[in-house]
């Protein structure tokens, strides 16, 4: 089977967890005997581009000439079987989706984020949760609040872009949505149901787990929309000591809040940046970890980090968490708002509900640890993922 894997790499001072997704895939395929023909683009080269390419770069979401010519040279070359689309902005354009399909090459395409409806594809604006934009033909509220890098110029080519290439996103073969929630998304947007596949991210099968730890653990980011601030109000409802240890590990804008805390605190301990032996570690001292996004978040991979290593997860009920813990058709749901999964808890992203839901989980963390793992390794190991691809890839070429 040959597949082009198409991408527009993010700029290297941002951390993306899609590029580091996206290398993981074209590594498995090829070590599954998959012939991996990598069609990439890498946003740290604009800063090397010369005056006449940037002065085109504003009109790149909607069509990129030389990108489209290189991509139908290398599909009259040779001639694969399923083109997969991940990030095509700004260097590519959907338009590949439209030179594919010029060649007779179906498209299956994974939704890492909202952009098909918002233009920075997060659904969160001024910290808070954000939806002005869907349903409307042309995202106008995004273009007023310069939603797109802070730009009302920028905003209104990628709103144009979307709304151009409405019918290019409605022609894509095969969406694989990370989860139920972006199924759900995708759904709202006009996507039949049949051609939407749930598949998820995998990460590397870390080994049996550990004995569970005590006590909480969060990294990651510390940006605002990964609720730290939520945490820490709630952390700050419960009497020092009254909630085990917490662990706190990561950086950003946000690190003064935390040092804040764990000076005051004897029960707060902050890691500082950790390196994988450091994660592995802190997550072997904790026995829960903590995945509290503020916005929709899509699909956090620090959840399936910690279901591999027999952790169960509280998190809030906002994007793909949920449906990551299992949690996302629960029966479970108590007076409080606290909804248990197979795997972990969700709770509504308020102080209060999430200073209950920490007391809560603590007692129950035990019975949940062999879930965790289970869950990991029925939905989320790389064996799993990967046939799931396959399958989809198969489909599609048979099809075509």
């Known amino acids: ?30 070590a599954a005997g998959v012939n991996i ?29 030389p990108a489209q010519r290189e991509l139908a040279a290398l599909l009259r070359a040779e001639r694969p079987d399923v083109l997969h689309l991940h990030n ?11 030179t594919a399909h010029a060649h007779g090459v179906p498209v299956v395409q994974t939704v890492h984020n909202y952009r098909q409806v918002c233009s920075p594809g997060l659904y969160f604006r001024d910290g808070h949760v954000c939806v002005d934009c869907r349903g409307r033909t042309i995202g106008w509220p995004g273009v007023i609040h310069g939603c797109y890098r802070g730009s009302r110029a ?9 709304a151009a290439h409405r019918p290019t996103w409605r022609s894509v073969d095969r969406y694989i949505a990370l989860t139920s929630a972006i199924a759900e998304h995708l759904r ?17 099968d870390p080994g049996p787990p550990p004995a569970l730890g005590d006590g909480f653990l969060f990294y990651g980011r510390f940006a605002p929309e990964k609720g730290l601030s939520l945490l820490l109000d709630a952390w700050r409802r419960r009497p020092d000591g009254a909630l085990g240890p917490l ?29 994988r032996d450091g994660v592995r570690a802190a997550l072997t001292a904790s026995a829960v970890v903590l995945a509290v996004p503020t916005w929709h978040d899509v699909l956090p991979t620090v959840v399936i980090e910690a279901l591999a290593y027999g952790r169960p997860v509280l998190g809030t009920d906002l994007g793909g968490v949920p449906y990551l ?12 708002g606290l909804r248990r999964g ?14 209950d839901a920490l007391a809560t989980v603590r007692a129950e963390a035990p019975a949940l640890a062999a879930a965790a793992r289970a869950r990991y390794d029925h939905t989320f190991h790389p064996d799993v993922v990967l046939t799931r691809l396959l399958a989809t890839y198969r489909d599609l070429a048979a099809a075509s």
Not at 247 to 273: C, F, K, S, W
Request: charged share 20%; aromatic share 6%.
């Open 1 to 30: 089977m040959k597949i082009v894997i198409a991408h527009n790499r993010y700029r290297s001072e941002l951390p993306s967890g899609e590029n580091v997704m996206v290398d993981l895939d074209i590594a498995q395929l090829r």
């Open 37 to 65: 023909l990598p069609f990439l683009r890498d946003s740290d080269n604009i800063a090397t581009m010369s005056a006449g390419a940037k002065a085109l770069l504003p009109l790149s979401p909607i069509y990129n000439g």
């Open 88 to 98: 095509p902005y700004p260097l590519l354009s959907p338009w590949v989706v439209r």
């Open 154 to 162: 920028q905003s209104a080519v990628m709103a144009t872009a979307l």
């Open 188 to 204: 709202s947007y006009g996507i039949p149901a049949d051609r939407i596949v749930v598949k998820p991210n995998s990460i590397p």
């Open 247 to 275: 662990r706190i590990a990561g950086d950003g804008e946000q690190r003064p809040l935390v040092e804040a805390i764990a000076a005051e605190r004897d029960d707060v301990t902050y890691l500082g940046p950790l390196d």
């Open 325 to 336: 813990v299992g949690a996302d058709q629960a029966s479970d749901g108590r007076a409080s």
């Open 342 to 355: 197979v795997a972990g808890w969700v709770t509504a992203p308020d102080p209060q509900s999430l200073a």
